[in-house]
């Protein structure tokens, strides 16, 4: 592992819970469907949000700092605009901690600048960030399925498609199992699933990756192909895509980083597969899913052809 911090300490300063909380008053006025200026009563969001006051009143201040709410001296918070428009188009957090340590750590893993197995404490001393916020995100990267833990304060990276010879192998497979997925007998597509599916993806494509997460934009590519594997009733279908979206996932997130372009087109494609399997055209949608692998496979990303 390389020695010294390449990004400043300051970075993992910003408060999570703040932030956190933050996003979470702000969903509780959607689902509130609260007008433009309504008031956010801190005792009221203290009750809904299961916190006292203190970090609720952090919060706001938070959020009229980026202007979603307005603080009127002597009188409270107002929503400067209607809850129901407000979306990671026309307000942004700041990164907390975590998803700063999570995004650098995972480039540079990808680019080969970190080890396979790697240690909490080296780690922290690499990056400046404390030993809790390196046990949260390699837990969160745990999760999904990216390293695993071992003895003590190790970890360690598991498989994924990291180099030009795997990618490879990973779309052939790939080109062989989700088209002829959507042809399997057993497939039933659900389309209250679907509604929601194309939901998020008009929502990307109506500019919000621009201001969504990474992280964000890589959950909707892999429900949508998980979904399919899903609506087979094969099991050995969804184990295959389930475990080529793992693999994939690392480097589906330095893409996004990279070309916020091709994410909008690949949205694209994956509403007209949509519009296909919801229409009944399955032979369309298998087609498409095809020519959908083959062009995401042409387009492979210049920090993987730069590890070859």
């Known amino acids: 592992m390389q020695n010294g911090q390449h990004e400043n300490s300051e970075i993992w300063r910003v408060n999570q819970f703040h932030a956190n909380l933050a996003r979470r008053i702000v969903d509780l006025a959607r689902e509130s469907d609260c007008p433009a200026g309504h008031q956010l009563k801190e005792h009221w969001l203290a009750n809904e949000l299961g916190v006292s006051r203190s970090p609720v009143r952090a919060a706001l201040r938070l959020l009229d700092r980026i202007g979603v709410v307005r603080a009127v001296p002597n009188q409270g918070c107002f929503l400067a605009r209607a809850a129901a428009e407000l979306n990671d188009r026309n307000w942004g957090l700041p990164p907390t901690g975590e998803e700063r340590l999570y995004a650098v750590l995972t480039r540079d893993r990808f680019a080969s600048r970190l080890d396979i197995q790697i240690n909490v404490n080296e780690l ?5 960030a404390n030993r809790a916020l390196v046990e949260r995100v390699l837990t969160r990267l745990a999760d999904e399925g990216l390293v695993e833990r071992e003895a003590g304060l190790g970890w360690r990276f598991l498989p ?13 497979f790939r080109i062989m199992i989700e088209p002829m997925a959507i042809l399997d007998p057993g497939f ?8 929601e599916l194309r939901r998020l ?3 990307l494509i ?3 990756t621009g201001a ?6 890589v959950e909707v590519d892999v429900d949508f192909h998980e979904a399919i594997g899903i609506w087979s009733d094969n099991r050995f279908i969804l184990q295959s895509i389930r475990q080529q979206t793992r693999l994939r ?4 997130f330095q893409f996004s980083l990279e070309d916020r372009g091709r994410m909008i087109q690949s949205c694209w494609e994956h509403l007209a597969i949509l ?12 087609e498409l899913m095809r020519e959908h692998i083959n062009i995401s496979h042409d387009l492979l990303p210049e920090f993987a052809k730069d590890k070859g």
């Open 275 to 286: 519009d296909a399997i919801e229409s009944g055209h399955f032979e369309k949608a298998s």
């Open 212 to 217: 969504i997460s990474p992280r964000r934009l």
């Open 188 to 195: 039933s597509p659900d389309n209250k699933r679907i509604a």
């Open 206 to 208: 109506d500019g919000r």
């Open 201 to 203: 993806h008009e929502e």
């Open 160 to 172: 994924a498609v990291d180099n030009p010879q795997v990618y490879e192998e990973s779309y052939r």
């Open 124 to 128: 922290s001393r690499r990056y400046g």
């Open 249 to 252: 996932r690392l480097m589906e």
